[in-house]
Structures are given as C-alpha cells and as structure tokens.
C-alpha cells in the first residue's frame, strides 16, 4: 500500500522542486518590477538609522508602514555585514521562499497523510490560475512569486501558512494547549499583519475558518481570546508606525486596486477545477475548513466590488488558496479508486496545471537569456526595469532628485531621496503638495524663478528625466546619460 501511494507522489514532488530551482535562480537574477525600489530603500534607511530611519523615500521625519519587524531584520543584517541592500534582499528572499515552501508542506499535512499532497499543492498553488498574466504582492502565480520573492508579502504569507498549521493543530488536540502555545500564535498573528497588511487579512482569513472548522469549545475560544489579546499589545506597541491607523487609508488606496476586479475570467478561470472540488468536499462535510476559508474570501472579495473598496481586492488569495489546495487533495484522494475515476482526476487537473504553466512560461527568461529561448516563449517574456545604478557615481546617500513618478520608485533603492514619493504615502501630510511640486517644476510653461524656488524648497540637488531638456530648465548642467534616453543634470547653484 505504502509502495503504490509512494510512486505516484514522485511527479509532483519532482515538478515542485522545479519550480523551487527555478525561483532559487530568479532570486539570483532579482529581477527589478514593481516595489523592489521601495523595499530597498526601507532596507537603506534601516541601515543607516535603526532607531528613527525615516521616510524611506523622501527627505521627511514621518512613520511608515514599511517599516516592518521583516525589514528591520533584513536592516540589521546590511548594518552588520555591510552588504548591498540588493544582497541582502536575496538572502531575505532564500528565507521567504523556504518559508513559503515550508508553511505550504505544514499546512497541507495538516488536511492529508497522502505523501504528494503538498507538492501537488504547491504546484497548483503556483500555475493553477489563469491564462492572463498579471502581477500583484501576495499573489502566488509563479510569475508574480518570481518578481515578488524578495518582497515582504511573500513572507508573510509563508508565515501565514505556517499560522495555519500551528492553528489547526492547537484547536484539534485533544487536551487545550497551554497559554504559552496561544500567545505564541498571538505573536505570530501579529507580525504577519506588521509585515503586509494585505497578507495578514488573508491569514485572519484562513486562521478563522480553521478555528470554525474544528468546532472548538469554550475553554478554546477563551485562549484563542487571550492569544489575539496578546496579538493586539503587540501590534499597539510595534514603535515604527501606528498600525491601527491604516484603518482610515483604505479610501487612498481604492484606484490602485480598482484593477483587481478587472478581467476576472481570464486571471482565474483553472481555479475553477478547484472550486468543484470544494464543492465535493462541501458535501462531505459543511464545516471543511477549505470551504470555510474560501467563502469567507469570497464575502470580502464580494464585498469590495459590490461597495466600491476595491482594496478588498487584495483578499482574492482567500479566495484563490483553499481552492488550489483543494484541487491538489482531491486528485491524491482519488488515486487510490478504480482506475476510470481516477485518471479523470489526473487527467483534468494535469491538464488544467500544464496550460497555467504554459502561459506563465515566460518566467523561465528571467534566468534563462531571452536570445536562446524558442520564440513563442521569448513572446511571454516580460523585460525586467534596468534601474537607476547608473547615477551613483555622482548622487549620493541623502541627496535630494527631482524626478517623476516611474523614477521616483527607483532611485530610493540606492539612498537618495527623491521630491514626492513614487507611491502613495498615507502617513505622508504633504503628499500632494509635492507631487503638485514635481508637476510645476516638469511643466514646459513654468518660469525658472518658480523652478529655483521648488529646488530651494526641497533641497533639490539632482534632476533625472529625458534627454530633451524640455523640462528641466536652463539651471542645470548634464553629468551623465543612462539608458532609454534618461539624463542626470546636476543643480546649478
């Protein structure tokens, strides 16, 4: 028995090593998209200043929400070793990634004995989505993983996979653990939501349908209390920002996520596989904590639409998880059945896991040069940004860039500052007035006088922007050239 349960787990535990080769490179690689700049600039700021390190983007003595225990970490390892905060936001995304991997195996062993669950969980957790692609932190595609390794996100979540199992473990034992097992898994609870608040939604998400699945009696529920209680005091004394006061910044954030709800079909339709198997396991038992956990999902997702908090859209991974998990466990729980029933399990998950791949294929360009790669795989293959490495000869740490938005969440990484920030900024007062700065300052009709007085007022050393000098004004001088037509102009004072 043990013989025939072994050979059909080899596949999946082969694919899934794949694929953690494959990240293993593309960390090597650390392909520049999306908020790498911003959470290399957190990680420069932290080296620097642990104490009071500042707006991680520009020259401003404010909290901020990056300021993470994960990025207070990864700022005492550069402090101490005096590694490139690009090297160590490798080393961070090596223990991201085993987390991830780790927390998936717990979890899963926490729903099935059968030995190629958890491969084949990981594997669906990876490819088991859609055909168009699209990257977002916390999302588990292996596009968006492999561009997002290296960010917060993806450690929450491999922490959060880890709460999960420790959860369902707790409130499944037959005796209440002691008091130190729940504020332990307060502690976690906490840091989870510390180091990505999107991520953490999704672990409260998942750590309530696993309390509800099992059913738990009072005694449970009063530690369960104490556990979030200490959670709680955790989150109010965390001295870097006020967590309690990114309730009110949703309404800042609902235009970026407005996307989120845009071609649902195309981004999801494989997970459908998943939600028949929930389906299955919904009738088998009302309280599976996969099921729990989905619908929970599926009400803030809903939500979110439905009012117009389109922020809840950050939740689909509730939605999207139990679902591949799903999909995984029951083709392990039917390949023990008559050989009909079981080939339809294999053979429409296995097909539905090979069309994901395929349309996340182009990954394989992030480790592999895109000139040997087949043509219709090159055709998947999204360029990474080149980065602004370029102006370091001259601009140094603390210096101060006029520059515009697609810049501006770059330049950071490498220590200076720049005049608005490329991101929202809730806890920011003066967001707007220096993103109106920056607009006055680029315009082609604004006078030099207006433009001395914007450098003055921020300590304007630098300008980057295009070649054609239409924008800058006549009080700078070029200092060097960097790539697609971008120039450095020093301040002419």
């Known amino acids: 028995m043990r013989a025939a349960l072994r050979r059909p787990s080899v596949v999946p535990q082969v694919g899934a ?36 390190p500042g707006n991680p983007l520009v020259d401003a003595d404010t909290p901020s929400p990056y300021y993470s225990p994960w990025m207070l970490v990864l700022g005492c390892v550069a402090r101490v070793t005096g590694f490139s905060v690009f090297v160590v936001l490798r080393i961070g995304a090596v223990v991201a990634l085993g987390l991830f991997v780790s927390g998936v195996w717990r979890y899963v062993r926490t729903l099935s004995v059968h030995p190629a669950a958890p491969a084949l969980s990981l594997l669906c957790l990876v490819f088991l989505w ?31 996979f880890h709460l999960w199992a420790w959860l369902a473990r707790a409130v499944r034992s037959g005796a209440a653990p002691g008091w130190g097992v729940w504020a332990g898994l307060g502690v976690l609870w906490a840091v989870i939501l510390l180091c990505h608040q999107f991520s953490g939604v999704v672990a409260c998400l998942g750590a309530l349908a696993t309390v509800v699945a099992a059913r738990v009696g009072g ?3 009063a530690r369960l209390g104490a556990g979030a209680l200490v959670g709680v005091a955790v989150l109010w004394v965390w001295p870097y920002y006020d967590f309690f006061a990114l309730v009110g910044a949703g309404a800042d954030l609902e235009a970026v996520h407005r996307g989120l709800y845009r071609d649902l079909v195309g981004r999801y339709w494989l997970v459908l596989v998943g939600v028949v198997a929930l389906g299955v396991r919904w009738w088998r038992d009302r309280w599976d904590p996969l099921v729990l956990f989905f619908v929970l999902g599926v009400v803030v997702v809903g939500a979110g639409g439905v009012s117009g908090h389109y922020s809840w859209g ?20 039917v390949w023990g059945r008559r050989p009909w029933w079981r080939g339809v399990g294999v053979g429409v998950l296995g097909g539905a896991l090979v069309v994901g791949a395929w349309a996340q294929v182009g990954t394989v360009g992030y480790v592999v040069p895109r000139g040997v ?15 602004y490495h370029w102006v370091t000869p001259w601009v140094e740490y603390g210096d101060v860039v006029m520059a515009r938005t697609f810049p501006a969440r770059q330049i950071p ?49 630098w300008v980057v922007d295009r070649g054609d000098g239409g924008g800058v004004g006549s009080g700078v001088r070029v200092v060097a050239r960097g790539p697609g037509g971008q120039v450095l102009y020093e301040v002419v004072r």
């Open 219 to 221: 005694e449970v529920w």
């Open 130 to 160: 859609g055909t168009s692609l699209f990257t977002w932190s916390g999302f588990l595609g292996l596009n968006s993983l492999a561009l997002t390794v290296s960010y917060p996100s993806v450690f929450a979540l491999g922490l959060a």
């Open 17 to 52: 090593l794949l694929v953690v080769v494959l990240l293993l490179l593309v960390i090597v690689r650390l392909p520049w998209a999306g908020d790498l700049g911003m959470h290399a600039a957190t990680v420069q700021r932290l080296r620097h200043d642990l104490v009071d």
């Open 413 to 461: 990484a490498y220590g200076a500052y720049t005049v608005a920030p490329g991101y929202p900024d809730f806890f920011l007062p003066d967001e707007e007035r220096r993103g109106e700065a920056v607009r006055r300052y680029f315009a082609a009709g604004t006078s030099e006088r207006v433009r001395r007085g914007i450098v003055r007022a921020y300590g304007v050393r």
């Open 373 to 387: 790669l087949p043509g219709v795989v090159a055709a998947k293959y999204r360029v990474p940004w080149v980065g």
């Open 314 to 333: 950050r939740a689909v991974p509730a939605v999207v998880i139990p679902a591949q998990i799903a999909a995984a466990l029951g083709v392990v729980e």
